[in-house]
C-alpha cells in the first residue's frame, strides 16, 4: 500500500538562515520540493534585508552564525514582531532549546536534524500560526476591517462599499469574506477555509464553498474596479487587497 503524504503547501513563504552554503541549499530545496517558496540569507543582516523587502511566514533560523548569532536575531525579530522562526543548531543540549524557546523560538531542532522531521515542523507551526491569526486573543481582536475603500464591521456584520452603501451579506458569504479579510495576500485552499469558517453557524458550508464565492465577488465588483479575489488555479483563493484592522 502506497504511503499517502500530508497535503503540500503551495501557499507559505519561507525564508531559511543559516551561513552554511550547503545546509542552505540542502533546506531550501527540499522545502521547495514540498511545495514553498522559500528564499535564503547568509547571516541575520541579510535576513533582515529579506524581511523588509517581502512578507515571510516562517523563518528558518540557525544558532552559530559569524557577526550576530541567531539568539541575538532572534530577539530583533520578536521585538520587531517578525514571523514564526524554528531554530537550528548543533547545539542541541536542553539548555540551549530552553533557552531558544523562552527568547520566542516556536520550535528548537539540533543539527544534523532530518529534512522530513524540519518539514513535519514547518507543517505544524504554520498550523499553529493559521490557527492564532483566525481566533485572536479578544484583545488583539479587530472589530473592522478596511480594504480598497471598503468598511467591513465584523460586531454588526454590516459591509460598506467605497460610497457607504450597504451590501448584505448571507451568513455563509460573511464567514468566507471574514476568513478571506483576516488573512489578506495569502493563498487559502477550499479546506483552509472550511477549517476558518465551520463551527460559525456556516451550515452546508462544505457544499456551496464555490457558490458563496461566485456570490461574494459579485457583491464585491460592484463598488469597485479592483479586484479583491482571485482564484488560484489548483490552489485555492487569494484575497488581493492590503487590509487595516481597527
Known amino acids: 500500500m502506497t504511503a499517502i503524504s500530508p497535503p503540500v503547501d503551495f501557499t507559505s513563504r519561507l525564508l531559511v538562515v543559516d551561513d552554511d552554503s550547503g545546509i542552505r541549499t540542502l533546506v531550501s530545496e ?6 514553498y517558496q522559500v528564499d535564503v540569507a547568509g547571516d541575520a543582516a541579510e535576513m533582515r534585508s529579506k524581511l523588509a523587502a ?6 528558518v533560523l540557525d544558532v552559530m552564525m559569524p557577526n550576530e548569532d541567531g539568539l541575538h536575531a532572534l530577539k530583533r525579530l520578536q521585538a520587531d514582531g517578525g514571523p514564526p522562526v524554528i531554530m537550528l543548531s548543533a547545539m542541541g543540549s536542553e539548555v540551549d532549546r530552553i533557552i531558544g ?3 520566542g523560538a516556536d520550535d528548537y531542532l539540533p543539527k544534523p536534524c532530518s529534512p ?11 498550523r499553529r500560526q493559521l490557527r492564532s491569526e483566525a481566533n485572536p486573543r479578544p484583545d488583539q481582536a479587530a472589530s473592522e476591517l478596511r480594504f480598497a475603500g471598503w468598511t467591513f464591521d465584523l460586531a454588526t456584520r454590516v459591509l460598506r462599499d467605497p460610497g457607504g ?5 448571507s451568513n455563509g458569504e460573511f464567514h468566507l469574506l471574514r476568513a478571506l479579510a483576516e488573512h489578506p495576500r495569502r493563498v487559502l485552499s477550499r479546506d483552509q477555509l472550511l477549517n476558518l469558517t465551520k463551527g460559525n453557524d456556516a451550515e452546508n458550508f462544505d457544499r456551496a464553498i464555490d457558490v458563496q464565492m461566485s456570490r461574494l465577488r459579485r457583491k464585491l465588483s460592484g463598488g469597485t474596479r479592483e479586484e479583491l479575489i482571485r482564484t488560484i488555479r489548483s490552489e485555492g483563493y487569494m484575497f488581493l487587497s492590503a487590509v487595516k484592522r481597527r
Open 54 to 59: 517581502a512578507d515571510y511566514d516562517l523563518v
Open 116 to 126: 522530513r522531521e524540519l518539514l513535519a515542523r514547518v507543517r505544524t507551526v504554520l
Open 165 to 169: 452603501v450597504i451590501v448584505n451579506l
Open 30 to 35: 527540499f522545502l521547495g520540493q514540498h511545495g
Open 101 to 103: 524557546l523562552e527568547l
